[in-house]
């Protein structure tokens, strides 16, 4: 059944809501705040309401059915932290209240901050930035800054993997510095022999993801750190895929000098819908003066006067500034405290062996049946080539499109770039194996279907309610409005 458009049902004199009288004066509008031309429905209460429902059951999330996104990490957010986050001491706290009344918050913010660099092995951690796109872009003004304040000004050059996060070079060009791309060997790592031929007194660091976008743990990332500081140069860890390394590996003590977390990706706190998100970054103690700021602390100890400690905000000595107005998105910091608190230690350990386990069974099951360019064990998250042997013509989009009508949200295309047809599967610790094996089976499915009836995925997706668009054109001409635009008379 089509649902009808608000527009079409609306008729003059309904109304959807009931106002309070007026307790104040009436005066006109401006006349330049009136528009004659926004021709609103008018439509009951009921109307609205079924209208807005129908809108929102349209939409795909983890909370109604799989969501293997590779590289964005959609598990499941625990209500729980949505309860916490709606307390009242919480949700009512004003951005603008003194450190006095805002002790609770402060001391939660500190609390987290310590948990975050113990898991990381960074000795500073400061959890101001936005988002992850923040984050990033906070580290490599981190490093910028340590250089300049050396009067090494001659560093401008970051060296970034072809296997890395695409959002990497950009947050290098945004930070006033040139990406060099490294490519990647046979076995989806960095190659030695480019990253040795690429090191100069030029170089002011690289910026490298562990576990790379491919999948896997980078087997030589030692002797990658090394090379790079022998150089003079300091390492970035995008850590964006912390999700595979939680009570596993630290990244501080592997040597990386400076990393961010996606509070939404590892930590469960919402992802999506533009935000609000936290994009935390830890810091060695040669990058900690220059971490944004403020940052939550213990501003006096606990003593005879009071059995607790006082807590407060302070800015790092060479502090970059402020990434985020007030102390970030508080609500974020809520949600991650909770799932942090929640499982413990021993519990985060086993979020990440989880996760590696439900990546590997997917692959293992599917090894065969798609190609899989890095056929090696792989971290949280793995990528294979979306091509069926025998089926000339398929691709992955067609693949992805095919996979909606399974109830299946499509996982990440073309993406890392240097895989043909790419697609990139993470399944996260929060599916079960009869999840996984349904994944699986639809994938066996649509492979069989790719050699025997291949027009069923090209035309695909069929059950949903809007058919197979034109991505390039939706881009490039995109419509904000619920109202069909009539084409022009003779066509485009």
Known sequence: MTVPLIYDIGSPGRMGTTLPDVEVPETELPKELLRKDLDLPEVSELQAVRHFVNLSQ?????????????????????????????????????????????????????????????????QG???????????????????????????????VKILVPDSAHGTNPATVTMAGLQAVELPSDKHGEVDLNALRSALDDTVAGMMITVPSTLGVFDSKIADVIRMVHEAGG??????????????????????????????????????GGGGPGCGAVGANEKLMPFLPGPIAAITEAANEENDAPLYGLVMPKKSIGRMKAFQGNFGMHVRA??????????????????????????????????????????????????????????????????????????????????????LLIEPTETEDKATLDMFIDAMKRIAQEAKETPDLLHSAPHTMPVGRVDEVRAAKQLVLCCRPIPEPEGGD
């Open 58 to 122: 349209l939409n795909h999330a983890i909370d109604t059915g799989f969501y293997p996104l590779g590289s964005c990490t959609m598990k499941y957010n625990p209500k729980i932290n949505e309860d916490m986050a709606r307390l009242a001491g919480y949700a009512h706290l004003h951005p603008l209240t003194d450190e006095v009344g805002s002790q609770g918050a402060l001391a939660l913010m500190v609390q987290l901050q310590e948990w975050l660099g113990e898991l990381s092995g960074f």
């Open 234 to 271: 300091l390492m970035y860890m995008d850590g964006a895929n912390m999700n595979a390394l939680l009570g596993i590996v630290k990244p501080g003590e592997l040597g990386f000098d400076v990393m961010h977390y996606n509070l939404h990706k590892t930590f469960s706190t919402p992802h």
């Open 337 to 422: 405290y909770t799932y942090m608190r929640v499982y413990g230690g021993e519990g985060l350990r086993e979020v990440s062996r989880h996760a590696v386990l439900n990546a590997n069974y997917v692959r293992a099951k599917l090894r065969g049946v798609y190609p899989m360019p890095v056929d090696r064990i792989c971290g949280h998250e793995f990528v294979m080539s979306g091509t069926v042997e025998g089926a000339e013509g398929i691709h992955a989009l067609d693949i992805s499109k095919r996979l909606m009508d399974y109830g299946i949200h499509p996982p990440t295309n073309y993406f890392p770039l240097i895989v043909h047809e790419a």
């Open 125 to 155: 951690v400061s959890i101001a930035p936005a988002a992850g796109a923040q984050g990033e872009l906070a580290g490599i003004l981190m490093i910028r800054a340590y250089h300049q304040s050396r009067n090494d000004k001659k560093r």
